[in-house]
């Protein structure tokens, strides 16, 4: 079973761009579809975004479409996450997720989960 872990957070003030890594550790990777979910303090994990393992199919969250940009390249195992124009209700620890079979938006779909990064945007 594919193992991921993220890099990339950080902090950053609003208006600024950070970009998120999500680095699987096998090849199998490029079976996966993929999604990135955040959670802020006191709050419940949420979409952010996913892309299905042949990067045809991209869904992205009403609060960040045209802010962040998803994508993959299954030769190096990795998928990223470009966020721009942050705000500081973006700020949360940020999670990759993967799943054999599902490409959406509900947490409880995918399979494996990475351990998050954390974005903090400073206003």
């Known amino acids: 079973q594919v193992q991921l872990v993220e890099s990339g957070g950080g902090l950053v003030q609003a208006g600024g761009s950070l970009r998120l890594s999500c680095a699987a550790s096998?090849?199998?990777?490029?079976?996966?579809?993929m999604g990135w979910f955040r959670q802020a303090p006191g709050k419940e994990r949420e979409f952010v975004a996913a892309?299905?393992?042949?990067?045809?199919?991209?869904y992205y969250a009403d609060a960040v479409k045209g802010r962040f940009t998803i994508s993959r390249d299954n030769a190096k195992n990795t998928v990223w996450l470009q966020m721009n124009s942050l705000k500081p209700e973006d700020t949360a620890v940020y999670y990759c997720a993967a799943d054999r079979t599902y490409t959406g938006t509900r947490v409880s779909r995918y399979e494996i989960w990475g351990q998050g990064t954390q974005v903090t945007v400073s206003s």
């Open positions: 892309i299905s393992w042949d990067g045809v199919n991209i």
């Open positions: 096998r090849r199998t990777f490029s079976t996966y579809n």
